[in-house]
């Protein structure tokens, strides 16, 4: 996290781009029959591992990453960063009611002076274009957009000519819905053993079971398979 916050901030303030992406076991799983996320994901410039299943996995494979950088305390960390530097932050995407929470609650938690703007995470493929030219408009150094994959990688790679002046581009999934309380986020015990998959499933195990039960089989499989290979 560290090493992640400290290079992003590097990039900021020698006026680079940098686009980056968190993996998941679900999303590896996806870009194995996905070309285009596939694309979207291993174009970006920066990739962390966000689910412990990823760490495991690149254990077993002899290939050892350091820790876990979850996406929204990723995110955290890097607002705060952007209060004491100075930064413009734009927040894109959840319900309207949502992002202006989120947007309410940094403003209230830092300043005003952070936002460079918002809008929610509900328009068109033929909208995307205007969007990306509006964020680039407000002066952000840093964008957050928090929409289900794979559209957020798609939106952020194929917008990115749009996007050329934004620093910092990061999609953070379902981070607005925890911050603006919609959704409880698991106990510090669990995210650090590995089961905040399971927390999230059991409030909502209509809508999450195959994301997780069917995803991290595959996720599995593949792991078996690519161990094989050594």
């Known amino acids: 996290m560290q090493e992640t916050v ?51 996995a690149s254990k077993v494979l002899g290939k050892p990453l350091k820790e876990r950088v979850a996406g929204i ?26 992002v202006s929470k989120v947007v309410d609650h940094y403003s209230k938690k830092y300043s005003k002076d952070l936002i460079a703007g918002y809008r929610n995470g509900y328009f068109s493929k033929d909208e995307e ?33 749009h996007l050329a002046k934004v620093s910092f581009t990061m999609g953070v999934g379902g981070s607005f819905d925890v911050v603006s309380g919609l959704v409880k986020r698991a106990p510090l015990w ?20 195959k994301r997780y039960l069917v995803g991290n089989s595959k996720f599995l499989y593949l792991v078996f398979k690519e161990r094989l290979k050594k």
């Not at 669990?190 to 079971?209: C, D, I, K, T, V």
């Open 190 to 209: 669990m995210q650090n053993s590995g089961l905040e998959w399971f927390y999230r499933f059991a409030q909502e195990p209509q809508r999450m079971w």
């Open 129 to 161: 274009q205007d969007i990306a030219k509006d964020i680039e408009a407000s002066e952000a150094q840093l964008l957050f957009v928090a929409i289900s994959s794979p559209k957020k990688e798609n939106f952020l790679y194929q917008n990115k000519e």
């Open 73 to 98: 305390d990723l995110m955290e960390n890097l607002i705060e960063l952007a209060h004491k530097e100075k930064y413009k932050v734009y927040f894109l995407g959840a319900k309207e009611e949502i």
């Open 6 to 56: 400290m290079l992003i901030n590097e990039s900021i303030s020698q006026g680079n781009r940098l686009q980056h992406v968190v993996v998941n076991a679900g999303k590896i799983v996806a870009m194995q029959t996905d070309e285009e996320l596939r694309e979207s994901v291993n174009n970006c410039d920066l990739i962390n591992a966000d689910g412990m299943a990823v760490v495991w």
